[in-house]
Every structure is written in structure tokens, then in C-alpha cells.
């Protein structure tokens, strides 16, 4: 086919050029391409830090980098990969591109708002990453007190102040959504007939909202006991450094649903689409995202056991744990039952969808051991919980990312990526990432602890097997780089329903229109209304 054959139509991607036009821009679609730029940007950053980890795993002995420059690794890591790659991802970039096109929608509700948080990501971004060229920190993403406060001799003050202020795009996106799908639903889009994608996203906003907030206060207590000395969390000021764990994890348990809520919703959309069966269950799905936004807010002490916390208090939280597990499983056993009887078939982003769903139900489970007081008591603090972590962030969030990412590929480039390319990188994924992760159970269940850059001989081998595995998974994650952006220029065109799906998105153009729709749709039927071919 002719490769230089132009857009036929006025899309939202040639209403105007040069990089003036997209820097001011107010339409949703363009400032969810500005995310994914600069998001793709800080996800390889965080991931050289990781192969650098890795590397120096390979050898029992610390012979790469010193134990202080480690401890720089994987803070740098966990900083970026937490704060300006999983929570912002599905959100930031995918959300911003479908929530209007979903509900039939012009635009968000606050057009400006949404710039505004893309320019308050990157100034957070440059913060972190400027204080971390500067010298960095080494207090682990978790900045526990009064190390953080009082010892530390890095840079944590202006690392806060990147956090502090990407909390604030965070909270910007959350209220935009929750506004825009409460206002802006397109005629006969009831709240019954929404995409999950679209429930799953107006929970996380309520949960941006709610919770961001308190990372941002008890990171500015953090900076002020720093600076002036104020007996907040060290003890020997008088202050208490539980505090800090406690409002550290009122927020941060939360955010792993910020993380894997959006995630579940865009599996849901691929699952429904590639077993052309209307989703099982769809208002358990619903109550079931709202059930586990709300029990995620109930649970923060199961990362505190071992804190001295009190025996009731450590039974309370076990408790609550093991509940956020019914609604998580109701969708896993949703999820399976529209794939029975439907008519499957395996796209790269089905293969995406059903990696989310396996290596998520291994976290969850794996979750569930850690809830337990008296197991996690041997196995807080190891690889255990450094692999139970990234089943859910990595294997979960990050497989969900990259099906939606070309799931709607067509949409928001008006091109086809290769398929063939698609699967093959989604299966050295799953391989990767499974050869990386899963011997770490086997590490921490040794005993293992996590942050350290020695350990002993016989544990070479689990962790050889590791940083073997993160090579592939390396290789894994740079494939789509690369064809997708090849398919920008060379991929057949898209027509506007490449895979004969449900949903208002599907009826805007690809890509679509500057104000998405030429007349507003309206909705005469429920979610998901595929029809079974059998
Ligand atoms: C190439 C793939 C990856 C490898 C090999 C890797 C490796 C590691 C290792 C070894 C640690 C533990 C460091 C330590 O405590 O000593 C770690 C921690 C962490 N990783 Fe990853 N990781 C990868 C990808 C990711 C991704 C994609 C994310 C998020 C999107 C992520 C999020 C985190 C977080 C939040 C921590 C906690 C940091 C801390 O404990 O302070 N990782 N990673
Ligand atoms: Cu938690």
C-alpha cells in the first residue's frame, strides 16, 4: 500500500502543527499524547535504575556499585516507576483520551485544568529527576521516618517537592473526571449503561481526590521536621514515627487501586470485545470497583505487623484485608465467566488482557499470605513482598497499560500496529516478567530481605534466574516501542472500528474529530451489547 498516503480527514492530530499548537492545547486527545510522551520518558528511567539492580543481583557479592549508590537505585526506582508511571498511566493517558469519547462527550469539563496538569507533571518530573542527577536519595520510596527526617544525608526535601507537586496533577485529573462523567454523559447514557472503563476511572478519581491530599500533608511534615527541626515523627523531638507510617500508608494503600482499578477496567473492555460476549455480570463489576474502592481505604495497617502497632489493631487490619479479596475475586470469576461461551479470539491486546488477569490473580493470592499476621511476620521486609508487588503493579497495571495501549492504538493514531509484532511482544512479556518475578517468592520465602546489595551464595541461583529474566522482559517492553511508532508512519489505516467493539469511542472517526463527535450520540442500549456467535 501506498505508505505516504495522507489522513483523508481533519483529525484532532492535523487540526493545527508545530509544537506551539500542542503545548497550549485544550483538547483531551492531544494532552493524553503529551502524557504518553512524557510518561514512556520517565518509564525507561525507571527502568534503566531497575536493570542496574538487577545487575548487581546477579553476583552475591556487591561488586557493581557501592551499598550507598544501591540504595540510590532503587529509590530512584520505586520513586519513578510509582509516582510518574503507574499512578498517572492508565488515568493520565488512556483516560484522557477515552472518558469524553466514551460517554459521548465534547471534551473534559475543565479543558484548562487538564493542561494545567500535564504541566504540573512535568515540573514534579523535573523536580525528581533533577534532585536525583544532583545526587539523589536513599531513603526507598517509602521515606520512612525519622530516617527521611532527621538522618538522611540526600536530597529528600526536593524529592518531596516533586511528589508533592505531581499530587496535585493527580488531583486536578481525578476532579475533572469525576465532574465531566457526572455532567457530560451523552443523552441515554445512564449510569448503569457505562463502560467499567469508565466506572473504574470515576473510583480511582474518588480515591485521587480523597487520598492525595494526605500524601501531600504528611510529605510536607516531612520537609518541615527536616528544615526546622520540629519534633513531628523523631522521637527524640518528642515526635512519633508511627505517624508517619500510618499516614504514609493511608494513602499509599489506596493508591495501588489507583494503580490496579483502571487497569481491571481496561481488561474488562478487551475480554468483552475479544470473547464478543456482553460482560458477565456487569453491575456486580460495577459494585465490586466501588466495594474495593472503599474497603482499600480500611486496610493500610497490613503494611505495619511488625511496627509495634497493637494486637487488636493488627487483627482488625488482617481482617479487612481478606475482604477486599471477595470483590477482587467477584471480577476475576466475572472475567472467566465471559470468557466461557463466548468466542474468543487472541489479539495482542487479549493476550495483554489475559496476562492481566492471571499474573493479578498470583498478586492477590500471594496478597493474602502477606494479610496473614503470623506469616507475615517471617516474610515482610523480603523478595516475598518485592515479588507480590510487582505481580499486581507490573504483571497487573503494566500488562493492562500496554493492551489498552494497543487496543486503542487505531483510535488514537488512525493506524494498525503489526500484529504479529503485538503478540510476539506480549508473550516475551509474560515470559520475562514470570522468569523475573517468580523466583523472588522463592527468595523471600528463604529469607531474603529486600534492599540489600549482598547476599548469601546459595541464593545466586534464584537470583541469576531473576536478572536473567529481566533481560527478556527489558527486550519485552522495547518491542512496542519501537513498532509502534513504525506503524505511525507505515501501519495500514485505520478504520474507525477495527475490531467491531461496543462503545460511543468506536463511533468517533480515527482518529477522531477535535470535538470527537459531529452530533452528539445517543444511547439506546446497555453496555457491552455484543451478540455471541455460536
Ligand atoms: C525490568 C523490570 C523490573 C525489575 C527487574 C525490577 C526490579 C526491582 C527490584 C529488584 C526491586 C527491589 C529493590 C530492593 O528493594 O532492593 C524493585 C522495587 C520496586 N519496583 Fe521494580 N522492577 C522492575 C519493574 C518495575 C516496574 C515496571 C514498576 C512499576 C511500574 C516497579 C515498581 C517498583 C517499586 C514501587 C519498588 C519498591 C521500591 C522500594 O522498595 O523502595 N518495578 N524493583
Ligand atoms: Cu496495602
Request: hydrophobic residues 50%; aromatic residues 16%; charged residues 10%.
Amino acid at each position: 500500500m501506498n505508505t505516504s498516503t495522507v489522513l483523508q480527514h481533519r483529525s484532532y492530530i492535523n487540526e493545527g502543527y508545530g509544537l506551539k499548537s500542542w503545548l497550549i492545547t485544550h483538547d483531551h486527545k492531544r494532552i493524553a499524547l503529551l502524557y504518553l510522551i512524557s510518561i514512556t520518558l520517565f518509564f525507561f528511567v525507571g527502568s534503566m535504575a531497575a536493570a542496574m539492580i538487577r545487575l548487581e543481583l546477579a553476583t552475591p557479592s556487591g561488586d557493581l556499585v557501592s551499598a550507598e549508590t544501591y540504595n540510590k537505585l532503587f529509590t530512584m526506582h520505586g520513586v519513578i516507576m510509582v509516582w510518574f508511571f503507574l499512578i498517572p498511566s492508565i488515568p493520565a493517558v488512556l483516560g484522557n483520551f477515552l472518558v469524553p469519547l466514551m460517554i459521548g462527550a465534547r471534551d473534559l469539563a475543565f479543558p484548562r485544568l487538564n493542561l494545567a496538569s500535564w504541566y504540573l507533571y512535568t515540573l514534579g518530573g523535573g523536580f525528581t529527576i533533577g534532585a536525583l542527577i544532583a545526587g539523589g536519595v536513599d531513603t526507598g520510596w517509602t521515606f520512612y521516618t525519622p530516617y527521611s527526617s532527621m538522618f538522611s544525608n540526600s536530597y529528600v526535601v526536593a524529592v518531596i517537592v516533586g511528589v508533592f507537586i505531581v499530587g496535585f496533577s493527580s488531583i486536578f485529573t481525578g476532579i475533572n473526571f469525576i465532574v465531566t462523567i457526572h455532567k457530560m454523559r451523552a443523552p441515554g447514557l445512564t449510569w448503569f449503561r457505562l463502560p467499567l472503563f469508565i466506572w473504574a476511572n470515576y473510583a480511582t478519581s474518588v480515591i485521587l481526590v480523597m487520598a492525595t491530599p494526605v500524601l501531600a500533608m504528611t510529605l510536607s511534615l516531612v520537609a518541615i521536621e527536616r528544615i526546622l527541626q520540629i519534633g513531628i515523627f523523631d522521637p527524640a523531638l518528642g515526635g512519633d514515627p508511627l505517624l508517619f507510617q500510618h499516614l504514609f500508608w493511608f494513602y499509599s494503600h489506596p493508591a495501588v487501586y489507583i494503580m490496579v482499578l483502571p487497569a481491571m477496567g481496561v481488561a474488562s473492555e478487551i475480554i468483552t470485545c475479544f470473547s464478543r460476549n456482553p460482560i458477565f455480570g456487569y453491575r456486580f463489576m460495577a459494585y465490586a470497583i466501588l466495594g474495593i474502592a472503599v474497603i482499600g481505604f480500611l486496610v493500610w495497617g497490613h503494611h505495619m505487623f511488625v511496627s509495634g502497632q497493637s494486637m487488636y489493631a493488627g487483627m482488625m487490619f488482617s481482617l479487612l484485608s481478606f475482604l477486599v479479596a471477595i470483590p477482587s475475586a467477584v471480577k476475576v470469576f466475572n472475567w472467566t465467566a465471559t470468557l466461557y461461551n463466548g468466542t474468543i479470539s487472541f489479539e495482542a491486546p487479549m493476550l495483554y488482557g489475559l496476562g492481566f488477569v492471571g499474573l493479578f490473580m498470583i498478586g492477590g493470592l500471594t496478597g493474602l499470605f502477606l494479610a496473614s499476621l503470623a506469616l507475615d511476620v517471617h516474610l515482610t521486609d523480603t523478595y516475598f513482598v518485592i515479588a507480590h508487588f510487582h505481580y499486581i503493579m507490573v504483571g497487573g497495571a503494566v500488562m493492562a497499560y500496554f493492551g489498552g495501549i494497543h487496543f486503542w492504538w487505531p483510535k488514537m493514531s488512525g493506524r494498525i500496529y503489526p500484529e504479529n509484532w503485538g503478540r510476539f511482544s506480549a508473550i516475551v512479556i509474560f515470559l520475562g516478567f514470570n522468569l523475573t518475578f517468580f523466583p523472588q517468592f522463592l527468595l523471600g520465602y528463604l529469607g531474603m530481605p529486600r534492599r540489600y546489595h549482598q547476599y548469601p551464595e546459595e541464593l545466586q541461583w534464584l537470583n541469576e534466574i531473576s536478572s536473567a529474566g529481566a533481560v527478556l522482559l527489558a527486550v519485552g517492553y522495547l518491542l512496542p516501542l519501537l513498532y509502534l511508532l513504525w506503524s505511525l508512519r507505515y501501519g495500514r489505516i485505520a478504520d474507525s472500528n477495527p475490531w467491531k467493539a461496543k462503545g460511543l469511542e468506536w463511533q468517533a472517526l480515527s482518529p477522531p474529530i477535535r470535538d470527537n463527535f459531529e452530533d452528539t450520540p445517543v444511547v439506546k442500549e446497555k453496555a457491552y451489547a455484543y451478540i455471541p456467535e455460536h
